[in-house]
T-cell receptor
Framework: DTGVSQNPRHKITKRGQNVTFRCDPI?????LYWYRQTLGQGPEFLTY????????KSRLLSDRFSAERPKGSFSTLEIQRTEQGDSAMYLC????????????FGSGTQLSVL | DQQVKQNSPSLSVQEGRISILNCDYT??????FLWYKKYPAEGPTFLIS?????DKNEDGRFTVFLNKSAKHLSLHIVPSQPGDSAVYFC??????????????FGQGTILTVHP
């Protein structure tokens, strides 16, 4: 069990560019979540997958955001035409899906849009 | 609208004393509450949880109390240790939600435990 891995740890980009983040969950976990955290706030739910199916998306996830989880393993979160307001920490978490789901978070990807 | 609020941005306590972190919520549909701890440069780590059908849950030095009528919960850490210094997040799950993993978080409280 190596934990939830996120890459890259930091990403600096210019406004208007596209960025993609990757999350590798704990191998036996079939649920995967994306959260976003801005300074001074708690994490905010963006979306989650059960296996490869994306089951729920937050209203925060505008049409510039897309998430995938091919084959129910790793996941990617892409932001197109980045805006300065997208600057945040993007957290990935995974869990099993029986009973209470204890989320295991990765260390996050810090995005800075200049 | 902030459905989960942690009104104290920071708390400072002496080692060995009790730390009490508070959390208020507004959504009556929340049925499960959790506390997460976060160290710098790391993701949040699950600490303790409580179902809405209970009013207390204890795990070692950590106890969570839930007052449903007041829509208030608190985390007690006794005794506090310097290693407890971190940001603590209160989180809640909506009973109408599709997953226990879809949580609403508070803003966090920075706890500093002085030796």
């Amino acid at each position: 069990d190596t934990g939830v891995s996120q890459n890259p740890r930091h990403k600096i980009t210019k406004r208007g560019q596209n960025v993609t983040f990757r999350c590798d969950p704990i191998s036996e976990h079939n649920r995967l979540y994306w959260y976003r955290q801005t300074l001074g706030q708690g994490p905010e739910f963006l979306t989650y997958f059960q296996n490869e199916a994306q089951l729920e998306k937050s209203r925060l996830l505008s049409d510039r955001f897309s998430a995938e989880r091919p084959k129910g393993s790793f996941s990617t979160l892409e932001i197109q035409r980045t805006e300065q307001g997208d600057s945040a920490m993007y957290l990935c978490a995974s869990s099993l899906s029986h009973g209470f789901e204890k989320l295991f978070f990765g260390s996050g990807t810090q995005l800075s849009v200049l | 609208d902030q459905q989960v609020k942690q009104n104290s941005p920071s708390l400072s306590v002496q080692e060995g004393r009790i730390s009490i972190l508070n959390c208020d919520y507004t959504n009556s549909m929340f049925d499960y509450f959790l506390w997460y701890k976060k160290y710098p440069a790391e993701g949040p780590t699950f600490l303790i949880s409580i179902s809405s059908i209970k009013d207390k849950n204890e795990d070692g030095r950590f106890t969570v109390f839930l007052n449903k009528s007041a829509k208030h919960l608190s985390l007690h850490i006794v005794p506090s240790q310097p290693g407890d210094s971190a940001v603590y997040f209160c989180a809640a799950r909506d009973a109408g939600g599709t997953s226990y993993g879809k949580l609403t978080f508070g803003q966090g409280t920075i706890l500093t435990v002085h030796p």
